[in-house]
């Protein structure tokens, strides 16, 4: 306590105030000086008590900080008295429940990060290793003409596949980070269909999915290019469970509360026990296909989801129904 400038000269200061009240005091009478020695005495001590206590506090707040800094977030230095210490501690308390959120997020973040890195890797570690041995058999020069064509576009398909790994990656990356800028502007729902149908009609040709459209004029407040992402990666997995000859059903509907788009297949299903995780990156069920990244409908969650929209997904081995769902207000 004494190492404390402020303190050694209020000390002093006190010392030398009281030493001259007595001094005076002598001039009146010895028991005024004796009485007021003794007064000046017993307030430097409550004095000095008070100071002492108030200091071994800020100690205890100073070894709460240090153990803090270490990491130790489990402390709790609250009182239920008043006064400024006590709305000090209570501050402190409230900086560390900050710091330990933010050092749990941070932790989760990492976690997240490795598992993507992981996955991203095991991705591209299976196209990569099936075009280098393609690429190894096409130096053969006795290779048959006909391998050599298939091997070629083998090897293009598995481009393609890493390109739009890439692509999806990088558009999840923005919405992750918040860079991603999703418009407010009405678009149009059958118009919003139909363009998102565009890149998708050779896959239902080569399935011969029948599609079907119903419901009519509606409309929503959004993005329409983000929205049209969704809907595409939601077709897209619609038409790799559909069999050969099914349909789908792309229905939209405008009320009060919100402007719903459903899609619906005739596919496999998807299994009960993969529905609470079907949204989750790299996430991929019993009945992925070969080809399945776990990506599509992450990206399409994550979407909705910036636009104070909802997606849900319901199936049975008949097939699978998913809801689009872009709420008029939020509260």
Same mark, same amino acid.
């Given at each position: 306590?004494?190492?404390?400038?402020?303190?050694?000269?209020?000390?002093?200061?006190?010392?030398?105030?009281?030493?001259?009240?007595?001094?005076?005091?002598?001039?009146?009478?010895?028991?005024?000086?004796?009485?007021?020695?003794?007064?000046?005495?017993?307030l430097i001590?409550?004095?000095?008590?008070?100071?002492?206590?108030?200091? /071994?506090?800020?100690?205890?707040?100073?070894?709460?900080?240090?153990?803090?800094?270490?990491?130790?977030?489990?402390?709790?230095?609250?009182?239920?008295?008043?006064?400024e210490l006590s709305i000090l501690k209570s501050d402190m308390y409230k900086v560390t429940l900050r710091l330990s959120e933010n050092s749990s997020r941070l932790q989760e973040d990492k976690l997240k990060l490795t598992d993507a890195i992981s996955d991203i890797s095991h991705q591209l570690k299976t196209p990569l290793t099936s075009m280098m041995v393609?690429?190894?058999?096409?130096?053969?020069?006795?290779?048959?003409?006909?391998?050599?064509?298939?091997?070629?576009?083998?090897?293009?398909?598995?481009?393609? /596949?890493?390109?739009?790994?890439?692509?999806?990656?990088?558009?999840?990356?923005?919405?992750?980070?918040?860079?991603?800028?999703?418009?407010?502007?009405?678009?149009?729902?059958?118009?919003?269909?139909?363009?998102?149908?565009e890149p998708l009609l050779i896959?239902?040709?080569?399935?011969?999915?029948?599609?079907?459209?119903?419901g009519g004029p509606a409309s929503f407040v959004g993005d329409g290019n983000w929205t049209k992402e969704a809907i595409i990666n939601i077709l897209k997995n619609s038409i790799e469970h559909s069999a050969e000859g099914g349909r789908i059903t792309i229905a939209s509907q405008e009320n009060a509360l919100f402007t719903e788009i459903t899609i619906t297949d005739q596919g496999s299903g998807?299994?009960?026990?993969?529905?609470?995780?079907?949204?989750?990156?790299?996430?991929?069920?019993?009945?992925a296909t070969e080809d399945s990244v776990g990506i599509g409908l992450a990206m399409a969650y994550s979407i909705m989801k910036n636009q104070d929209g909802d997606i849900e997904v319901s199936s049975s081995p008949a097939g699978t129904i998913f809801s689009l769902k872009i709420y008029k207000h939020t509260i």
């Open positions: 306590m004494l190492r404390n400038k402020e303190v050694r000269v209020f000390l002093v200061a006190v010392v030398i105030i009281a030493v001259i009240g007595t001094i005076c005091s002598y001039y009146i009478s010895l028991q005024a000086s004796v009485a007021t020695a003794v007064t000046s005495l017993l001590t409550c004095f000095m008590l008070y100071t002492a206590w108030r200091y /071994r506090e800020i100690g205890k707040l100073s070894d709460y900080l240090r153990k803090i800094s270490n990491g130790d977030y489990s402390l709790d230095v609250r009182d239920n008295h008043e006064g393609m690429s190894d058999l096409l130096r053969d020069p006795g290779l048959d003409e006909g391998k050599r064509r298939e091997f070629t576009r083998r090897i293009q398909v598995q481009l393609e /596949r890493i390109e739009w790994l890439v692509s999806s990656l990088l558009k999840l990356s923005k919405i992750d980070a918040g860079t991603a800028r999703f418009k407010k502007e009405v678009v149009n729902v059958p118009s919003l269909i139909q363009e998102a149908l896959p239902l040709e080569i399935k011969d999915v029948t599609l079907q459209i119903e998807i299994p009960k026990e993969d529905l609470p995780h079907i949204f989750k990156r790299f996430y991929r069920g019993k009945n």
